[in-house]
C-alpha cells in the first residue's frame, strides 16, 4: 500500500461506451458509462457515429465521475486511459482528452492496453470473490476479441489461443441477426436459450489446431441451417427460436470449454479467469463454474459492471502502472491493433 493518497481519472473510449472511473489507492470510488443507442439502428457499431457520440459524451462523463467521487481534478495524481485495441477514430477522441486533460493539469499520463485491463479487473477490490494468483489462465472473451492469454504477473503476459477469424461476440451477435433479433443479440440469445433444448439441434464444431479459435464457420453452418428450414417452413425461426438458441449457445460453450481443457493440460495451470463483454454469458459462466467440479479448476469470475467495457478496468492498470512509475509520454497515439 503506498505512503500517500494515489487518485486516478481513467477513460475508456475504445469502441461505443464512453467511460470514466476514479480510483483511490486501487479501490473504485466512481465507475460512469455512457452507452450509445444510436447504433442500434444500423445492426452493429458505425464506428464514424462512435466516435462523434465519445466527443459529445466524454466532458459530462469525466465531470459526472469527478463529482460521484467527490474529488476536485487537482487532487488527480494521473490520467490513465485506453490506448488501444479499439476502433481508431473513438480511441483518438479518448487519447486526446486524457492527453490535454493531463498536460492542464501538469499531472502524468498512463496508456494501458485495453485487453490487459480485462484480464486485470480482477484485482479491482471487490470485483470478484477472489484474485487469482500467479500464473493463471485468462480468457478474454468480446465482441472483437476471443484470446486464451498465459498470465505470469501483472505485466507479463503471454498469448496462446485466439481466434484465427471471428470473435466469439460476432458470431453470436450474428447468428443472432440471421434470426432476426434485434443488436445486441448476443444476450438475447443467452435469455431465450434457458428456455430451449440445447441438443434439438447440431451445429458444427470447427477443427482448430492448437488453442486457436474459429466462429466463421458456425456463423455460416447457422445461416445454410436457417435458409434450407425457412425455405420448407416459413415459421420455422418462430416456431422454434428457443431450441435454435439453445443449440447455438450449447456449441458456443463446448467449443470454449474444450479450449480450455487442452490449455490447463498443455500449461499444467489450473486458475481460469474470464473477462470481457461476453463473459457476461450465463451459459459461460456456469461452464466455468462445472469444470471446478469435472476438472479441478479454480474459475474467477468477475462482477457484471466489471465485464463490459468500462473505465474502472483502465483505472486498476493505471493504478498498478503509476506504482512502476511507468508513465507514458505526450508523444503517446492510439493504436487500433495494439497487442497484448
Known amino acids: 500500500m503506498p505512503n500517500k493518497d494515489i487518485y486516478i481519472l481513467a477513460i475508456e473510449s475504445s469502441c461505443d461506451d464512453t467511460g470514466a472511473a476514479v480510483l483511490h489507492n486501487g479501490k473504485v470510488l466512481s465507475n460512469v458509462v455512457a452507452n450509445q443507442e444510436i447504433h442500434t439502428q444500423y445492426g452493429g457499431v458505425v464506428p464514424e457515429l462512435a466516435s462523434r457520440a465519445h466527443q459529445q459524451n466524454i466532458v459530462p462523463v469525466v465531470h459526472q465521475a469527478l463529482a460521484k467521487a467527490n474529488i476536485d481534478k487537482k487532487e488527480l495524481n494521473a490520467i490513465a486511459f485506453t490506448q488501444g485495441p479499439g476502433l481508431m477514430g473513438s480511441l483518438l477522441v479518448g487519447t486526446s482528452f486524457a492527453k490535454s486533460f493531463a498536460q492542464g493539469l501538469n499531472i502524468p499520463l498512463l496508456a494501458v492496453n485495453h485487453m490487459q485491463a480485462h484480464i486485470l479487473a480482477h484485482f479491482i477490490d471487490g470485483a470478484s470473490k477472489e484474485k487469482p494468483e500467479f500464473p493463471f489462465l485468462a480468457m478474454t472473451i468480446s465482441g472483437g476479441h476471443t484470446q486464451i492469454v498465459k498470465v505470469n504477473n501483472y505485466f507479463e503476459m503471454e498469448v496462446i489461443g485466439e481466434t484465427i477469424d471471428d470473435a466469439i461476440g ?98 499444467g495451470i489450473k486458475k481460469i479467469a474470464i473477462g470481457g463483454g461476453v463473459s457476461a454469458n450465463s451459459g459461460i459462466r456456469q461452464a466455468l463454474l462445472n469444470g471446478e467440479q469435472k476438472f479441478g479448476w ?25 506504482l512502476e512509475s511507468d508513465f507514458s509520454s505526450a508523444a503517446t497515439t492510439a493504436n487500433a491493433r495494439f497487442k497484448i
Do not use: H, R, W
Open 298 to 322: 479454480d474459475t474467477y469470475i468477475p462482477k457484471f459492471e466489471y465485464t463490459t467495457d468500462n473505465a474502472a478496468m483502465i483505472g486498476i492498470v493505471g493504478y498498478l502502472k503509476y
Open 170 to 267: 460476432e458470431a453470436f451477435d450474428k447468428s443472432a441477426k440471421i434470426l432476426g433479433l434485434p443488436y445486441p443479440g448476443g444476450p438475447l440469445i443467452d435469455k431465450y436459450s434457458k428456455l430451449g433444448n440445447p441438443k434439438a439441434y447440431q451445429f458444427p464444431k470447427p477443427k482448430v489446431n492448437g488453442l486457436n479459435f474459429s466462429f466463421s464457420g458456425l456463423k455460416t453452418a447457422v445461416l445454410y441451417f436457417i435458409q434450407k428450414n425457412v425455405k420448407n417452413n416459413p415459421n420455422f425461426i418462430q416456431d422454434n427460436l428457443y431450441d435454435i438458441c439453445a443449440s447455438l449457445q450449447y456449441t458456443i460453450i463446448g467449443i470454449v470449454t474444450d479450449k480450455l481443457k487442452k490449455a490447463t493440460q498443455e500449461t
